[in-house]
């Protein structure tokens, strides 16, 4: 279990932070920028979490400590600490894509995000999880990651598309191409 007695350290005021493995790096290198990413998308399933009701506030507090996991995947380089995200989660978050899209009609057109406030929180929500995705990928093509890290960020702004859908309850904001012109 983790337990932080001192908050500020002021080990950071030179631009410098600590890694899981006790490594320095810089506040700005892709890592960090990835482990920040990550925290964006799960602040921001904290907020659509204030718009839900119990099934699709469970997923979501499912999703923040999975979330919590992937960072302390992403914060040990190469992949040597004993955290990791994995398959399984991954698969979840699968089952419950799938259950949640089994009552939704096709898509006819691109969607709008918005619609209730749940919808469009989560709509937020899925392209901060997408930007996380894109960091660790441009991580990932830099230093060893577990690809599971990757694949989970995939599945999960998969996840929050359909649960945007799912929380609009089919009346989706449809794109209409060419329609200002």
């Not at 932070?17 to 490594?23: A, M």
């Not at 990550?38 to 099934?55: C, P, Y």
């Not at 999880?129 to 960020?153: F, G, H, Q, S």
């Amino acid at each position: 279990m983790v337990k932080l007695d001192i908050i500020t350290t002021r080990g950071g005021d030179t631009g410098q932070t600590s890694l899981g493995d006790g490594t320095r790096v810089s506040k700005d290198s892709i890592r960090i920028e990835a482990l920040g990413a990550v925290d964006e998308a799960n602040a921001a399933i904290g907020l659509l979490r204030l718009h839900t009701a119990q099934e699709e506030d469970a997923m979501l507090a499912r999703i923040q400590n999975d979330l919590f996991d992937l960072g302390a995947d992403l914060c040990v380089p190469g992949g040597k600490g004993g955290l990791r995200i994995s398959a399984a989660q991954c698969l979840r978050l699968e089952q419950e894509l799938a259950s949640m899209n089994a009552d939704l009609p096709p898509l006819r057109s691109f969607i709008l995000p918005g619609g209730t406030p749940a919808a469009a929180h989560a709509h937020q929500a899925r392209t901060l999880a997408r930007r996380a995705e894109r960091v660790v990928v441009a991580l990932a093509a830099a230093e060893p990651v577990n690809a599971d890290a990757v694949r989970y960020l995939n599945r999960l702004s998969d996840h929050l598309f359909v649960l945007a859908r799912s929380l609009n309850m089919g009346q989706d904001l449809l794109w209409t191409p060419g329609e200002n012109r």
